[in-house]
């Protein structure tokens, strides 16, 4: 079973995702956290996009989530977090690989910018906290691996409110491309957790509307 999970800035894609994964044995893929973790050749360039709020070439990121899922061996599948984002990603989709599910998290900007200002991540094991909703019990250190937490350099003012307008002007619509579920991202975590695991456990087979 594979699935995506798609939404505005912050909505909780990772959270949820993460909290999925680690309930079903699914394997949590975000394009996001694979653009930050390059190294090589690519890395400069990735950041030159990423670092401002712009989003990478879409020929990079098809050829990347390529490689990953053909490297991820999981009996379980996958969820997908950050792909697809424009249309032609969202062409591409059924393609790269079967998707049984797509499952919108929507937010307001408001609340978007509110979670976003207050996220800090664990730069080792990558559990993400929020000093409003989710805070660690240690200020600034990880639960899980004790690991000073960091900000991620894209969460400035500035770059969140290039994402929200990318978003709204290239993601948004490829919504209507696909029979969607729906899942109000403003309630508390483990509420649309619980709507997520809900939906995930008597899901059909996702129809492609293109
Ligand atoms: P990416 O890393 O995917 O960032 P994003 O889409 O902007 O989403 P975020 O990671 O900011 O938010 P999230 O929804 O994961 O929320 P989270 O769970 O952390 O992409 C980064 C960049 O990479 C892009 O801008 C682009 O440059 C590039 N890129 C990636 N994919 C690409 C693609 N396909 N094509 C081209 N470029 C691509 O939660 C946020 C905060 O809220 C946390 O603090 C969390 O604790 C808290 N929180 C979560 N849920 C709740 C809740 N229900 N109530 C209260 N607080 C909550
Ligand atoms: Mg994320």
Request: charge should be positive; glycine fraction near 8%.
């Amino acid at each position: 079973m594979n699935i995506v999970l798609i939404g505005s800035q912050g909505c909780g894609k990772g959270t949820q995702a993460e909290m999925l994964a680690r309930e079903t044995g699914m394997i949590h893929i975000s394009t996001g956290d694979l653009l930050r973790h390059a190294r090589g050749s690519l890395k400069k360039e990735i950041h030159s996009y990423i670092d401002k709020g712009n989003l990478v070439p879409d020929e990079l990121i098809i050829k990347l989530i390529k490689i990953k899922l053909k490297e991820t061996k999981s009996k379980k599948g996958v969820i997908l977090d950050g792909f697809p984002r424009d249309i032609l990603q969202a062409e591409q989709l059924n393609k790269i690989t079967k998707i049984d599910a797509i499952i919108e998290i929507y937010i307001s900007d408001k609340e978007a910018i509110r979670r976003i200002m207050n996220r800090w991540n664990c730069p080792k094991c990558g559990l993400t906290y929020n000093l409003i909703s989710n805070p660690p019990k240690s200020k600034g250190i990880c639960n899980k691996c004790q690991t000073k937490l960091v900000q991620r350099e894209d969460d400035k003012e500035d770059a969140i409110k290039k994402r929200l307008f990318i978003y709204h002007k290239e993601t948004e619509p490829i919504l209507k491309m696909f029979k969607l579920y729906r899942v109000n991202g403003e309630l508390d975590i483990n509420k649309v957790h619980k709507e997520i695991t809900g939906i995930v456990k008597g899901m059909s087979r996702v129809i492609l509307i293109l």
